[in-house]
């Protein structure tokens, strides 16, 4: 392992790592545009120039491999003057529209000119003028102006995805980023483009002129499109509410996880938290009765919900738990199945048709906590609770999160069975045909709104974080089922769901020593399941 | 040209072939086989762009990086013939400007242009190496220098 001296601190480095990596072990940050871990080396923007003693003149640090007895220096006057000099070249044709810029604020133009720009502008003539503002696909806008052609995407859409949409055409300060003439930006992770491009040449469709990024609130977070767990951040503009209509949750970004998604993610997932702040938001408990919709408090529909149960035997009671449930929850709503001794449970429920799944990182299971509900013994037949509630032998019936109509059921068999039970409850954040024809409707909150763990199809449990307050009344679903039990007579103590999760640990031998300390940031695996292989580009 | 006729004969196939083992990536080839493909489709158009792609296992993209970078690329049907005169520096000096628009004035078309009977490209270009005998046109594979208007004229009428 060589050992070098960078800015009189010395370390011990893997034989291969570049001297950008290196520093970063150190805490020193070498700027640099097109240098990304995830990528090949381009050596194109010649940023992360540092002196290295006996050679004669600066070198660029992505490109140059650590080796024994290198002594590095990143702050001479020479290195900090041409830093300068190639940020002034970068910024010749840059259009300076800052203002309008959706990446004002992340912009690593605005940083590493305040940095290590800070010179006074020399450029008198007219700029190069190139398109602006062309949608590259549904969900990335290109500048090309704003562009200085590092070819981070290039070589994601060559490396990564291997699609190779994108390419660098003309020449000189004509050079422009683009697609082949007639083709689109349309690959399932597109949206990673706009995360490693670090000016405002690629912004996002769905985020631009949202809200500014300054007035945004970070959370970790998983994302449940789908069996996966990717790590993700959950960028929520609390501040500024006004700006898009009410829109909590800005965007959704992908968070480093080597052992899971890296630094990407899938624009399916990227793009689909628009449930969370949808119209379609159950926000009170309401009891429908006779086409008669009436609101209650939650000790009312508690309580309805107890008299429920209470006036259904066991054997005629059934719970359809859902995949998209935290761990937490299904932990709550096997305590209450065992504690009312009612035995028909499962969750799963046939997608409408088979999910998209590719080698890299979809998953065709679009539940993030299949892996879970597994774990903890849910799995009963579903169809036959559905055929045992169409012959009237399922009485009352708990569905939590899913439309039953928007499923692989024929509707007509979901009906004849949803209106042969004598009482529906549904538990979800998000109303359907569902919850419109149950007799109770609980809110509960969404993802971003609460804590708790999903269990990764390959075992890992990873935790989520609360971005957001509920909306309305809503509450965790653990809470809802926590208060069930408790009116129901049990002994409930778990008043936040890390008590769930201590139960479960205690209770399920696949999570027996797992604590949300032991998860962390980036995951615990459940007994008996070894990591598998980080997800890898396919090359 | 549709697209169905934008294909190499086996014997161009093989010279391809020939081509890509020259080189230690096959990409080196791209830019012999990219001539090979304006002289035998006439220009580079997007389908033809496409076609040498998929003889890379390129995307096309990749392809359309070259050819926009390089001016000797065609990507618009060119006339049967292409008159390239010199504008720099040696050349300019020397009368470039009064051949250009003497070749403008009578062939009635401007830089970048074809005559409408298909006989003549008409391009400026940069320095071609031959500033002893500015100014200096390449009239397609052959150079014409010490240029007069009398003497543009003489050759423009032999093209065919």
């Known amino acids: ?539 | 040209m549709s697209v169905q006729s934008i294909a190499f004969s086996t014997g161009q196939l093989a010279e391809v072939r020939r081509l890509q083992g020259l080189y230690p990536d096959k990409r080196g080839a791209l830019l012999p086989v990219l001539h090979m493909a304006q002289d035998t489709f006439g220009y580079v158009s997007l389908e033809v762009e496409e076609y040498v792609a998929s003889l890379f296992g390129l995307s096309p993209a990749h392809v359309h990086e070259v050819v926009t970078f390089y001016t000797l690329y065609f990507r618009q049907p060119r006339g049967r013939h292409v008159v390239a005169v010199c504008h720099n520096l040696s050349c300019h000096l020397a009368g470039a400007p009064l051949i250009l628009a003497h070749l403008k004035e009578r062939l009635g078309i401007d830089v970048g242009e074809t005559t409408d009977d298909g006989r003549i490209t008409l391009q400026a270009v940069e320095c071609l190496c031959a500033c002893e005998a500015a100014p200096m046109m390449q009239v397609d594979d052959r150079y014409e220098m010490n240029l007069t208007p009398d003497k543009v004229d003489r050759i423009v009428e032999a093209l065919r």
């Not at chain 1, 609390?238 to 890296?262: I, L, Q, T, W």
Request: net charge neutral.
């Open chain 1, 1 to 539: 392992m060589p050992k070098l001296t960078i800015d009189g601190k010395e370390i011990e480095v893997p034989a291969g790592t570049n001297l950008i990596e290196a520093a970063r072990r150190l805490g020193i940050e070498i700027p640099h545009y097109c240098y990304h871990p995830g990528l090949s080396i381009a050596g194109q923007c010649r940023l992360c120039m540092v002196d290295i003693e006996k050679t004669p003149r600066p070198t660029i640090a992505c490109n140059t491999p650590a080796t024994d007895g290198m002594i590095v220096h990143t702050q001479t006057d020479r290195v900090k003057e041409t830093r300068r000099s190639i940020m002034e070249f970068h910024l010749i044709n840059h259009p300076l529209d800052c203002p309008v810029c959706d990446q004002a604020g992340e912009c690593w133009l605005q940083i590493y000119y305040m940095q290590h720009g800070l010179y006074d502008p020399r450029m008198k003539d007219e700029k190069v003028h190139k398109p602006k503002a062309v949608p590259l696909g549904p969900h990335v806008m290109l500048d090309a102006e704003r562009c200085i052609l590092c070819s981070r995407c290039v070589r994601f859409c060559d490396e990564v995805t291997q699609t190779g949409e994108l390419g660098i055409f003309n020449r000189g300060d004509h050079s422009e980023i683009g697609l082949f003439p007639g083709a689109d930006l349309t690959n399932k992770y597109s949206g990673n483009v706009v995360d490693i491009c670090p000016v405002g040449a690629l912004t996002d469709r769905d985020f631009r002129f949202q809200v500014r990024v300054w007035y945004l609130d970070t959370t970790k977070s998983i994302c449940p499109g789908c069996a996966r767990g990717c790590n993700i951040d959950v960028h929520v503009n609390r501040r500024r509410p006004h700006h898009a209509e009410g829109r909590r949750v800005a965007r959704v970004k992908p968070r480093f996880n080597e052992d899971v998604n890296r630094w990407w993610m899938c624009d399916e997932g990227r793009y689909g938290y628009g449930f969370v702040d949808a119209p379609t938001r159950l926000v009170l408990p309401v009891r429908n009765d006779a086409g008669e919709t009436r609101e209650l408090s939650w000790g009312g529909a508690i309580a309805a919900v107890v008299d429920a149960l209470g006036r259904t035997p066991a054997d005629q009671t059934a719970i359809i738990a859902s995949p998209k449930l935290a761990n937490e929850d299904l932990f709550a709503i096997k305590t209450l199945a065992e504690a009312r001794g009612i035995r028909q449970v499962g969750f799963r429920v046939p997608p409408p048709e088979p999910g998209y799944e590719d080698d890299f990182l979809i998953r065709a299971d679009k539940n993030p906590n299949t892996r879970g509900a597994e774990l903890m013994g849910l799995d009963g037949k579903v169809d036959k609770i559905l055929n045992e509630a169409t012959a009237h032998r399922v009485r009352s019936l708990l569905v939590f999160e899913h439309d039953l109509f928007d499923t692989g059921w024929r509707e007509s068999d979901v009906r004849s069975a949803l209106e042969a039970v004598d009482t529906l409850i549904f538990v979800g954040p998000n109303g359907s045909r569902t919850s419109d024809r149950a007799h109770l409707a609980l809110p509960a909150s969404a993802w971003v709104e609460r804590d708790g763990t999903f269990t990764s199809f390959e075992g890992r449990v990873q935790r989520f974080r609360p971005a957001l307050g509920a909306l309305g009344e809503a509450i965790p679903t653990w809470e809802i089922v926590g208060r069930i039990l408790a009116a129901t007579g049990a002994p409930v103590t778990a008043t936040r769901a890390e008590h769930w999760f201590r139960a479960l640990a205690a209770g399920v031998p696949a999570f027996a020593g797992l604590t949300y300390q032991s998860i962390g940031d980036t995951g615990a695996m459940t007994a008996g399941t070894a990591p598998q292989a980080p997800a890898e580009a396919k090359a």
